[in-house]
């Protein structure tokens, strides 16, 4: 596709469950965000990967969170055990890169996973 | 306190009227100023991109300003559509890592 896709759109799921978040960024972008939006707040940075780096993994909130990203393509960010302050949009962005310039650095949003926890 | 502030949280004017949306930052020094336009239910659009040496940017009927000695950065609106309706964000990327620091947005509603 031309954009960034996640999935699902929306998720409702019991408190104490486990939850996986998809996410397929642009062709060709190494550089793959996930943010966490909740109701009236700014989005807060959880994770970033690039290419074949460490992942920096300084914004998830608790070790309840976790992302992995295979082949340097689609992403899953996995919430175990989820509580209801979990409930928040989910968005995962791409980019070329962070190095280079602001072209290759600009983030591409996807339209973000509404996560329910009730 | 946050490293980004914005201003106002909401904001509603009527079609064809301008508006001014302002940011306030203490990052300091930065790699670059962005504004993005949120719309409801929506991922965020980048609109313009400053570095820490540019004064504005222009995208159309978006402008941004950016004044690095008093820290505060504007995105003005001119002639103001329907669909300007989003949540506007501003975010800066510091001069390390990958991060980016988002402001909490102003959610402008334009009325017809």
């Known amino acids: 596709g031309a954009g960034v896709s996640q999935s699902p759109s929306n998720k409702v799921t019991e408190k104490g469950k486990d939850v996986e978040l998809r996410c397929d960024p642009i062709?060709?972008?190494?550089?793959l965000y996930w943010y966490r939006q909740s109701l009236g707040q700014g989005l807060e940075f959880l994770i970033y990967?690039?290419?074949?780096?460490?992942?920096?993994k300084s914004g998830l909130p608790s070790d309840r969170f976790s992302a992995e990203r295979t082949g340097g393509s689609v992403s899953t960010l996995t919430i175990q055990r989820t509580q209801q302050e979990d409930s928040a949009v989910y968005l995962c962005?791409?980019?070329?890169?962070?190095?280079?310039?602001?072209?290759?650095?600009?983030?591409?949003f996807g339209p973000g996973t509404r996560l329910l926890v009730l | 306190k946050n490293q980004v502030e914005q201003s106002p949280q909401s904001l509603i004017i009527l079609e064809g009227k301008n508006c001014t949306l302002q940011?306030?930052?203490?990052?300091?020094?930065?790699?670059?100023l962005r504004w993005y336009k949120q719309d409801t239910g929506r991922g965020p659009v980048s609109l313009t991109i400053?570095?820490?040496?540019?004064n504005t940017k222009s995208n159309g009927r978006y402008t941004a300003t950016l004044d690095a000695d008093t820290k505060q950065s504007s995105l003005h609106i001119t002639a103001s559509q329907l669909s300007d309706s989003a949540s506007y964000i501003c975010?800066?990327?510091?001069?390390?890592?990958?991060?980016?620091?988002f402001g909490q947005g102003t959610e402008l509603s334009v009325k017809p």
């Open positions: 962005a791409s980019s070329f890169g962070p190095a280079g310039g602001p072209v290759q650095e600009t983030q591409y």
């Open positions: 400053m570095t820490f040496s540019e």
């Open positions: 940011c306030n930052y203490t990052v300091s020094p930065f790699s670059n």
């Open positions: 975010v800066l990327r510091g001069n390390q890592g990958g991060k980016l620091i």
């Open positions: 062709s060709g972008h190494t550089a």
């Open positions: 990967f690039q290419g074949n780096s460490a992942p920096d």
